[in-house]
């Protein structure tokens, strides 16, 4: 409902293939002509650690990789589809904001056990009560898909308080470790540009935080991600 006509503006037709008797635990991103579509499993649905948060933030990362912006994957697929650090990025600070915006937050975050850590950062970094609740929120689902990555991965040692201190010296256009991407969603949703302000296809710093601006957070974390020297 949401991504369909912005999909359509950018020049493709938005289609979700829903494989729900299909217990891999994926989804993945793909461009036919002007379809573009999201694939998803639902094995990655039924995971005992993914939330239907976690499960709608994969959908934005999939999102992500049709209209998340630069960084590319450079040649991969003709260089259409934004790298997993960039989808991971969009996916939290932009669409799954744009989607969950208008839902009743405080209320639902209310039943929810949220990390200390990031009660904290979301009252530093927002002062409305509902948005403070949605960054939390976001947070969450993060922390979910984290685990789930961790999980996969053969670790669940991934938390808020211990981000990934390795700096790539290039971007890295793959999937980064989990805590590194636990970092990206954690950022991400304390950058406080609007998701109306949307993102660009060759200038990776349109449209969202970068030191060069002052912000301290919400820019892309250095375990995937190499700044230009005007970032």
């Known amino acids: 409902k949401v991504y369909s006509p912005i999909v359509k503006t950018k020049g493709g037709n ?11 635990v994926n989804a993945y991103a793909q461009r036919t002509g002007s379809t573009w579509s999201v694939s998803m499993f639902g094995g990655l649905a039924r995971h005992q650690l993914v939330t239907d948060d976690g499960f709608m933030l994969v959908v934005c990362h999939e999102l992500g990789h049709h209209v998340g912006g630069a960084p590319k994957k450079g040649a991969w697929s003709g260089a259409w589809a ?34 200390q850590d990031v009660v904290e ?7 409305n009560e ?3 609740a949605l960054c939390e929120r976001i947070a969450m689902a993060g922390k979910s898909l984290a685990l789930l990555l961790g999980d996969l991965g053969g670790s669940t040692s991934v ?3 211990t981000p990934d201190k390795s700096v790539v010296t290039k971007t890295n256009d793959n999937h980064p470790a989990a805590q590194c991407r636990l970092d ?6 304390l950058c406080d540009k609007s998701y109306g302000i ?11 935080c970068v030191k060069k601006d002052g912000y301290t957070y919400g820019v892309r974390p250095l375990c995937w991600y190499k700044p230009s020297a005007n970032e």
């Open 130 to 132: 509902n948005e403070m």
């Open 82 to 115: 934004s790298n997993e650090g960039q989808a991971d990025y969009f996916g939290a600070m932009k669409c799954i904001r744009r989607v969950l915006e208008s839902d009743d937050n405080t209320t639902i975050i209310s039943k929810m056990k949220v990390d």
């Open 159 to 161: 938390a808020f308080t």
């Open 121 to 127: 950062k979301c009252s530093m970094i927002y002062k």
């Open 198 to 208: 949307d993102v660009d296809d060759k200038n990776p710093v349109t449209g969202v």
């Open 184 to 189: 990206t969603y954690y950022s991400c949703i």
């Open 14 to 24: 938005l289609q979700i293939e829903r494989k729900w008797t299909d217990e891999t």
